[in-house]
C-alpha cells in the first residue's frame, strides 16, 4: 500500500471491494479444497485460473493499441488532477 495511488474515495472503495471479493474467492477455495490440497496458496490458485480459464489471443497490433489507450486515458487523468489544482502537467 506504500506506492498505491488512488485519487478520490470512489475509487478506493471499488478497489478494496474488487480486493475483498478476490480474497473471499481464494478463501472459499481453500477451504473447498483443504482435504486434497491442504497447502494450497493465493499464487496457486492465480496459477490454476490462468491455466483454465479461456483467453483470448490477441495479436502484437491489439496490445500495442490497448497501451495507447490506457496511456491516453492516463495522461488525461494526470492532466485533470493538476488543472484541479491550478497547475500545469510537465510531461515529457
Known sequence: MAQY???GW?????????VTMAM???TQQKLIN???APLLSTHDVVELLSFYLPSKQRSEKEIFQQLLQRHTARLKSIE??????????YIS
Open 34 to 36: 483443504r482435504e486434497c
Open 10 to 18: 470512489q475509487g478506493w472503495h471499488q478497489h478494496m471491494a474488487m
Open 80 to 89: 485533470h488532477h493538476y488543472r484541479k489544482q491550478g497547475r500545469t502537467a
Open 5 to 7: 495511488q488512488v485519487r
Open 24 to 26: 473471499l474467492f481464494v
